[in-house]
């Protein structure tokens, strides 16, 4: 697995890539991280999708991880914004067609990329994001976005602890953390864009586009969902994979809201043979 920069539009976007060892004609992946994470959170499933032959593709959304943190000024953080990011980072990575796998709060953000783009798309995995209008960001995450109190704490780089090992439900090691908290100690921006990206996520709106828009979705879905996620329930995900016609619904049992972190294999069970698509 490999670290890249590239500038888009004026801004810095950080991915991590990770590629077999021969050209393949298996279709390539796209992984998005959610909140308060960023791509390292996909650094088990990367070199696994290599290892069958796939290539793999994780951004850090702009605004985190390693990526540009723009002012709001020059980037508003809403939905949108993240959407035409987003689509001008595939398109300068000449991705054109890829299977999606999309994880928590912000990883909506891709469905809404999918919906809006969905001839690029040839599968979809979803992982413990917000699928319906019950969808709420928990009151842990609503208090980076309150006026003054929102400035103070998403400039403590603990948040990303008490975030990913209470939405885990599980302790996550020292090392990994030293990672997730980095862009929060290297600069302030890290919690501005944090700060910003909360007050601007218009879940109403994006859940009504989602819930619509994936009532028409033709192509293959994966719903992987962690059974003990403290803030998304399991109901949400049986739901929506009923009103799909080509959806399967995969439960992992003990896994919470990140289920990637400490069931990445039980997730691979399950990817690995859904992404193995051949252009």
Known sequence: MIENKIKVGGLDWFYRESTPRSETDLVPVVLLHGLPSQSYSWRQIMPALANQG???????????????????????????????ALAEFLQ????????????????????????RHAGQIE????????????????????????PLAGDMLTQDPLLVDRSLE????????????????????????????????IRNMQMPSAMAEIEAGFKQWQYPTAIIWGMTDPWLPPTMAQNFA??????????????????????????????????????
């Open 54 to 84: 796939t290539r793999s593709v994780a951004p850090d959304w702009i605004g985190f991880g390693f990526s540009a943190k723009p002012d709001k000024r020059e980037f508003n953080y809403t939905p949108d914004a993240f959407v035409n």
């Open 92 to 115: 300068a990575l000449k991705l054109e067609r890829f299977s999606l796998v999309v994880q928590g709060f912000l990883g909506s953000v891709g469905l809404q990329y999918a919906l």
């Open 123 to 146: 599968s979809i995995a979803i992982l413990n994001t917000p699928l319906d209008s019950n969808a709420k960001l928990p009151w842990q995450m609503q208090q980076w976005g309150l």
């Open 166 to 197: 209470a939405g885990s439900r599980y302790r996550i090691s020292d090392r990994d953390l030293d990672t997730y908290r980095q862009p929060f100690l290297k600069s302030s921006t890290a919690g501005r864009s944090l700060m910003y990206a």
């Open 242 to 279: 009923s009103a799909i016609k080509h959806a399967e619904f995969i439960k992992l049992e003990d896994a919470g809201h990140y289920p990637q972190e400490h069931y990445y294999d039980l997730v691979l069970e399950s990817l690995l043979p859904f992404v193995r698509r051949v252009n």
